[in-house]
């Protein structure tokens, strides 16, 4: 192995950890939310954009609001699950980057000042920073669900508004009985990676 | 800190790794190149359906029609890097869903029959796949350098076909001297988590 990342972490991180559809009853605390943060807040994004934003469905009534509008595969994973979190991307990013690109404020008016290639851009972005973030699930010892099968416009109108974008829904838990499906084939390095 | 990460796995992937611009001359290998591989490939992906592809730039002959292609502020730093990958969606991944989810193998044409649908999953999966792999560059005791200016139609026409669409091209190497900027601002909890 030619990896610096010690294997007990590999193993937290990817090679033992799973997308899981069952959790326990534990609950996930606002410190556990706020030490993931913490540590994938610092994963690179363009121009250091990190449009994601965050809402966690903690009331009882957020969760009644929430779960009609999943798919119905995903209804019981979420109404079951001790957090939800929606992941959406921010398409006024823009605003915070004089604030968050100090080396160049002029980014904001120079590449951003048009909508649809700040929705492309927070796009991408987020999905990045999503990425981080489920790795940052996973490193505080908790499982991740992420799910895309949900009624997006009405997520977006129900929990969001105009300028935010649902990206996905992720349930958070410690994983529970039967949690996941035995993992699912692999594409090999030479199906995915060519050398020119 | 309630994270079951060790602290030194937390700093080598996010809190003391950096975006880097200058690399030593230390070649990035193959081996690792596969073993990053073989670490992220587990990431999860709507279905399995990793759309990820990697086109490696080793040739010299390469390079030289890849430098042009940069922006200019890329340029110097995509001519000096040790290694340049190409990151790229595969709009036509659905080919290979029946291999990657034989536990619905129907989901092909149940969900990925039209292009413009799988287009925009290739984007964002694809998108996650790149942040699983900029951290797993980072497990392997290398700094990533990603980069999304660049001529994207450019790139697309000279190194991949009309199924592929370009996504970001990353640096990978040993940092080199004055490597990066003084890490930019973050956002804090509060304004990118809400709660309902």
Redesign the interface.
Known sequence: ??????P???D????E?H?VRTFTDEPV?E??????????????T?Y?Q?P????????PE?RERLVPLMSDANKPKTAAAPLVAIFAADNEFHE?LP?????LPAAKDMFYSERPVRER?A???S??????F??GI????LA?G?M?GFDHAGVQKE?LDDDHTP?MIVNIGKPGDDAW?P?????A?D??????
Chains 1, 2 share one sequence.
Do not use: H
Request: charged share 15%; glycine share 4%; proline share 5%.
């Open positions: 192995m030619s990896l610096a990342l010690d007990a972490a590999q937290l991180l990817f090679r950890a997308t605390t410190e556990q939310m706020q030490a993931i943060y913490d540590l994938v807040k610092f994963g690179p363009a250091n990190t994601l934003r965050v809402v966690l469905v903690r009331s957020a915070e604030q968050l690109l100090p080396a851009s796009g991408m972005n999905a990045l920073q999503a990425a981080y489920i790795v996973r490193a505080a010892g991740a992420p895309t929990f990206l499906r993992r699912a084939p692999r594409l390095f199906e995915v990676v060519t050398t020119v």
